[in-house]
Nanobody, 121 residues
């Protein structure tokens, strides 16, 4: 069994910061972090930040310069540092990773259950 658990969401005032974490646990040989997505009220899920296996990153234009994606392979954890938050960042945030459960298995894609981020005064 594999679980992805996001944490770090909550209520924050405009201009504030939050750090989201996505921790993978269970029978894991290795992970390859893919990205963070969000779903705003009434909108489709969208890619916020992506990280490649080589460590290069890409961001949605709306969050460039404010959000940073990173990973800690030793901890099987992916992070999203969010600064200068705006009300329009309010959404449920999901992590997406590829997980290799055993040395002989292929990578499979997993989604976290999501964590709510609300930016409001």
């Amino acid at each position: 069994q594999v679980q992805l658990v996001e944490s770090g969401g909550g209520l924050v005032q405009p201009g504030g910061s939050l750090r989201l974490s996505c921790a993978a646990s269970g029978s894991i040989f290795s992970i390859n972090a893919k990205g963070w997505y969000r779903q705003r009220p009434g909108k489709e899920r969208e890619l916020v930040a992506a990280i490649s296996s080589g460590g290069s990153t890409n961001y949605a234009d709306s969050v460039k310069g404010r959000f940073t994606i990173s990973r800690d392979n030793a901890k099987n954890t992916v992070y999203l540092q969010m600064n200068s938050l705006k009300p329009e960042d309010t959404a449920v945030y999901y992590c997406n990773v590829d997980i290799r459960r055993f040395y002989y298995s292929a990578y499979a894609n997993y989604w976290g259950r999501g964590t709510q981020v609300t930016v409001s005064s």
